[in-house]
């Protein structure tokens, strides 16, 4: 399955993209940030492939991966997970953060400070 990372260059992204580039059944096909403090895989490490990485647009369709990964801080990817659904509507995801850990939008203000703004 071709996979795609958003977040690679924080502590978890590079831990699941060492778990996945050598996985069987995985194959790292994309690398996305929110950031753009780095351009390409071996910027982060130097043994690692020149593999680019690119500004994730939200809206774009992600064409290539089956399974995108969202290794980013937590309160950022319910921000864009409808846009990402509508434009990606048979994508799954993987998020690592704690958005999408409670059924009721409800719990989010009290337990991590923050209004859920995804409907999904």
């Known amino acids: 399955m071709k996979v795609g990372i958003l977040g690679v260059s924080g502590y ?18 994309s690398l996305y940030s929110a950031t753009q ?12 492939p020149k593999m680019p990485i690119t500004d994730f647009d ?5 064409a290539g991966i089956e399974i995108l990964f969202l290794a980013i801080p937590h309160g950022q990817s319910h921000r864009f997970m409808d846009a990402v659904r509508a434009s990606n509507p048979k994508l799954k995801i993987v998020d690592l953060s704690a958005d999408f850990r409670f059924d009721s939008a409800e ?14």
């Not at 996945?20 to 790292?28: A, D, G, N, T």
């Not at 403090?37 to 071996?42: D, I, N």
């Not at 939200?58 to 992600?62: C, F, V």
Request: aromatic residues 14%; charged residues 20%.
């Open 58 to 62: 939200p809206h774009s369709q992600l």
């Open 12 to 29: 978890t992204g590079q831990a699941l993209y060492e778990c996945l580039r050598s996985h069987p059944k995985f194959e790292v096909a």
């Open 37 to 48: 403090k780095y351009k390409c895989l071996s910027e982060i490490h130097s043994l690692w």
């Open 107 to 120: 719990a989010y203000p009290r337990i991590y400070g923050f209004e859920h703004q995804s409907k999904n």
